[in-house]
C-alpha cells in the first residue's frame, strides 16, 4: 500500500479568528442583557399583577365585611321590632326525627360468584 499524501489544510488567519471569536463574545454578552431585560420586565409585570390582584382582593374584603355588618344591623333591628317570622310547623311530621339520608352509590366493579 502506498502511502497517502495529507491534503494541506489553509489555517485560517489568526487575526480573523480574534475578530470573530469576540464577536461572539460580544453577541453573547448582548443576547445575557437581553435575556435579563425579559426576565426583570417579566418579574416587574407579576410584581404589578400581584399589587393589583392584593388591591382588589382588599377592596372584595372590605366590601364583603361592610355587606355582613350591614346584614348583621338590619337583622338586630328587624328581631328588636319582633317582625321576625319563624317557619311554620309541618302539617305532618315526619317519621322519623334523624334526617333522611341518600342512598350510597354502587361502586362500579361487579362482583363474579
Not at 463574545?25 to 393589583?52: C, H, I, K, Q, W
Request: net charge positive; hydrophobic share 35%.
Amino acid at each position: 500500500m502506498a502511502n497517502r499524501r495529507k491534503p494541506t489544510v489553509q489555517l485560517p488567519d489568526p487575526t480573523s479568528m480574534t475578530e470573530a471569536a469576540i464577536d461572539a463574545g460580544v453577541r453573547a454578552v448582548e443576547m445575557t442583557a437581553a435575556v435579563a431585560r425579559g426576565l426583570a420586565r417579566g418579574a416587574m409585570t407579576a410584581a404589578r399583577a400581584m399589587a393589583d390582584g392584593t388591591v382588589q382582593a382588599t377592596e372584595q374584603t372590605t366590601n364583603a365585611t361592610s355587606a355582613v355588618v350591614r346584614d348583621a344591623g338590619e337583622r338586630a333591628k328587624r328581631a328588636a321590632s319582633g317582625a321576625t317570622k319563624r317557619a311554620p310547623k309541618r302539617a305532618t311530621p315526619r317519621a322519623t326525627s334523624t334526617p333522611r339520608r341518600t342512598p350510597r352509590k354502587k361502586s362500579g366493579r361487579r362482583r363474579n360468584g
